[in-house]
């Protein structure tokens, strides 16, 4: 017997009801460095997974705002690189300008609500690179977080 749960075995009212309300819906979190194949393993996912699967990360919201945003000087309100006091290479920390801190605080909400409405969702998260914690995902009724 499969023990994968799918939609069907997690659906609170009648099967042929769409917008009947489900348990709850899944959150897979990918995390890795740059370029080491995430989207390749989401969009792998997304294929031999039973259920469907919504990719979200911060791109979908970064993308979402006026052009204007994606260059400087505006890029500096979402996201700044630093580094260290006098280093001009090496590595650099992300820090979020105004923008971008509502956009992260905003992606873990809207995350939060598409899986409390039941919606499986595998997301790039953000929230080690820049300090955040995800605390709206944790407290989500329908999300178990995993230790």
């Not at 023990?3 to 009648?14: C, L, Q």
């Not at 204007?68 to 992300?94: C, K, M, N």
């Not at 909400?109 to 499986?120: I, K």
Request: glycine content about 10%; hydrophobic content about 40%; aromatic content about 6%.
């Amino acid at each position: 017997m499969d023990e994968r749960a799918s939609s069907a075995d997690r659906t609170v009212g009648p099967p042929d009801d769409p917008l009947a309300p489900r348990a709850g819906g899944r959150i897979i979190l990918v995390n890795g460095t740059s370029s080491s194949g995430k989207t390749t393993l989401i969009h792998a996912l997304q294929e031999v997974l039973p259920d469907p699967w919504l990719e979200v990360g911060i791109d979908t919201f970064v993308f979402a705002l006026p052009r204007r945003y994606l260059h400087q000087p505006g890029w500096s309100e979402i996201f700044r690189y630093v580094r260290p006091a006098g280093r001009v290479d090496g590595p650099f920390t992300i820090e979020t300008g105004p923008i971008g801190q509502r956009l992260v605080a905003g992606m873990h909400r809207s995350v939060a609500a598409l899986a409390a409405s039941g919606n499986d969702v595998i997301v790039l998260p953000v929230a080690e690179v820049i300090g955040e914690r995800p605390a709206n995902l944790a407290s989500t009724p329908s999300v178990q977080r995993a230790n």
